[in-house]
């Protein structure tokens, strides 16, 4: 079962505006998330985080929100730029024993110039 | 600061032979977890291990994977005998002694059985 969701494969964009992606998670559990970027042929770099404490996180022209009753997620990106285009993925730290991480799987941002 | 450092980057093979990958840590890291990248999975966590010592390793698919971290800052994944269906990129990662949150990736192991 897939407890981190990502239900956008892909999004295309215009630069200057937002971009918005979403993620849903089903387990309780989860104490902190994360959003990663990926570019091709590189390992995924950590973009910006949130405590399950918080409901907003802002770093630059990255806002992640976090709505817990939903258990949803979602990463603004204002404004776009074309080298915003990546993969991003949605993490989900697990606080049971010790710490696991599980990724969602992936949406393709393609921000068009 | 990668931190995490993967081998081989690139490996190309034949169906039923043995495939090892490895990963070594820069010193601070503690926790170490391997993931396989599929369109259709996303990043899928196949094993961790906290202190040297594996915790879960209910992502493995199947007894054909093993994964082994003799030190703190070595680990090997292995599989045999390969198969084509294992054709991926296996990431590598880890977490700081500092436990700021973040996950710090290997840039990747992409394996192609043929």
């Known amino acids: 079962d897939q407890q981190v969701k990502q239900n956008s494969p892909s999004l295309s964009v215009q630069e200057g505006r937002i971009s918005i992606l979403n993620c849903d998670y089903t387990?309780?559990?989860?104490?902190?998330f994360l959003w990663y970027k990926k570019y091709p042929a590189e390992g995924p770099t950590f973009l910006i985080s949130?405590?399950?404490?918080?409901d907003k996180n802002e770093d630059g022209r990255f806002t992640v929100f976090l709505n817990k009753s939903a258990k949803h997620l979602s990463l603004h990106i204002v404004p776009s730029q074309p080298g915003d285009s990546a993969v991003y993925f949605c993490?989900?730290?697990?606080?049971?024993?010790?710490?696991?991480?599980?990724f969602g799987t992936g949406t393709r941002l393609k921000v068009l110039a | 600061d990668a931190g995490v450092i993967q081998s081989p980057r690139h490996e190309v093979t034949e169906m039923g032979q043995e495939v090892t990958l490895r990963c070594k840590l820069i010193?601070?890291?503690?926790?170490l977890f391997w993931y396989r990248q599929t369109m259709m999975r996303g990043l899928e966590l196949l094993i961790y291990?906290?202190?040297?010592?594996?915790?879960?390793d209910s992502g493995m698919p199947e007894d054909r994977f093993s994964a082994k971290m003799p030190n703190a800052s070595f680990s090997t994944l292995k599989i045999q005998p390969s198969e084509p269906r294992d054709s991926a990129v296996y990431f590598c990662?880890?977490?700081?002694?500092?436990?700021?949150?973040?996950?710090?990736f290997g840039e990747g192991s992409r394996l192609t059985v043929l």
């Open positions: 949130i405590s399950s404490i918080k």
């Open positions: 010193s601070g890291h503690n926790s």
């Open positions: 993490a989900a730290r697990s606080t049971s024993g010790t710490y696991k991480y599980i």
């Open positions: 387990n309780s559990m989860f104490d902190y």
């Open positions: 990662a880890s977490t700081t002694y500092l436990n700021t949150g973040e996950l710090f």
């Open positions: 291990f906290n202190n040297n010592v594996p915790i879960d």
